[in-house]
């Protein structure tokens, strides 16, 4: 089954204590994203990635690293992880960027982190 | 990057068509719009994209002016099941670039 999947759906951190989410898909997708989503401000793009060891920042970068060494992962780094990096946070992969517009996105499950 | 403004919320009933605009004034010549639907607790879903003037397809219908400043997402005969957030989207196709969302609109349906 076509899918992508984060791990874990669910996390409780502390302050200052680094963690990395998961980002892995199966449909050998070029393109992948990470997102997150606060009430009031929909969704937001965090990092990007075009392609293996290519990256870029999004919106709201700050905080946040990310790696693509592989095109199948692209996972998503807190170092060092702060209250108001409490949020929910999806992953989005899609095949490619063409010349008929971007490719419908997939998305992952998401994964829901609270830094206390 | 052009940002999009959307309605925060609509209410409609079961079986109305409901017509969802999206502000989009800064749009660039290579930017697609592009609709996505979301369910609480889940990742958004595509629904359709374009470029100019009529899209449709087994869901909903795109409508994009002239000049292109604005889009009009229609869902034809809504249900109960389609009550969600639906977000429009901006992207660029001369290459990758960064995406970005609007705020979405939480359309409910009832009975």
Redesign the interface.
Same mark, same amino acid.
């Given at each position: 089954e076509a899918q992508v999947t984060q791990n874990p759906r669910y996390l409780i951190t502390v302050t200052g204590k680094k963690l990395t989410v998961t980002c892995s898909q199966n449909m050998n997708h070029e393109y992948m994203s990470w997102y997150r989503q606060d009430p009031g401000l929909g969704l937001r793009q965090i990092y990007y990635s075009m392609n293996v060891e290519v990256t870029d920042k999004g919106d709201v970068p700050e905080g946040y690293k990310v790696s693509r060494k592989e095109k199948r992962n692209f996972p998503l780094i807190l170092e060092s992880p702060s209250p108001n990096q409490t949020s929910l946070y999806f992953c989005a992969s899609s095949l490619r960027w063409g010349r008929e517009g971007p490719y419908e996105q997939y998305f992952g499950p998401g994964t829901r982190l609270t830094v206390t | 990057l052009a940002k999009t403004t959307q309605p925060i919320s609509m209410d409609s009933y079961e079986g109305q068509e409901v017509n969802i605009t999206c502000s989009h004034n800064n749009i660039a010549t290579n930017d +697609?719009i592009?609709w *996505?639907q979301q369910f609480p607790? $889940?990742?958004?879903?595509?629904i359709i $994209?374009g *470029?100019k003037t009529k899209v449709t397809n087994e869901v909903a219908s795109l409508f994009i002016p002239a000049d292109r400043k604005s889009s009009t997402l229609s869902l034809p005969r809504v249900s109960l099941s389609d009550t969600a957030v639906y +977000?429009c989207l901006v992207?660029?196709?001369g290459? *990758?670039?960064?995406?970005?969302?609007?705020?979405?609109t939480r359309l409910a349906v009832h009975p």
């Amino acid at each position: 089954e076509a899918q992508v999947t984060q791990n874990p759906r669910y996390l409780i951190t502390v302050t200052g204590k680094k963690l990395t989410v998961t980002c892995s898909q199966n449909m050998n997708h070029e393109y992948m994203s990470w997102y997150r989503q606060d009430p009031g401000l929909g969704l937001r793009q965090i990092y990007y990635s075009m392609n293996v060891e290519v990256t870029d920042k999004g919106d709201v970068p700050e905080g946040y690293k990310v790696s693509r060494k592989e095109k199948r992962n692209f996972p998503l780094i807190l170092e060092s992880p702060s209250p108001n990096q409490t949020s929910l946070y999806f992953c989005a992969s899609s095949l490619r960027w063409g010349r008929e517009g971007p490719y419908e996105q997939y998305f992952g499950p998401g994964t829901r982190l609270t830094v206390t | 990057l052009a940002k999009t403004t959307q309605p925060i919320s609509m209410d409609s009933y079961e079986g109305q068509e409901v017509n969802i605009t999206c502000s989009h004034n800064n749009i660039a010549t290579n930017d +697609y719009i592009t609709w *996505y639907q979301q369910f609480p607790s $889940q990742g958004p879903r595509f629904i359709i $994209q374009g *470029y100019k003037t009529k899209v449709t397809n087994e869901v909903a219908s795109l409508f994009i002016p002239a000049d292109r400043k604005s889009s009009t997402l229609s869902l034809p005969r809504v249900s109960l099941s389609d009550t969600a957030v639906y +977000y429009c989207l901006v992207g660029d196709i001369g290459g *990758y670039n960064k995406l970005i969302f609007g705020a979405g609109t939480r359309l409910a349906v009832h009975p």
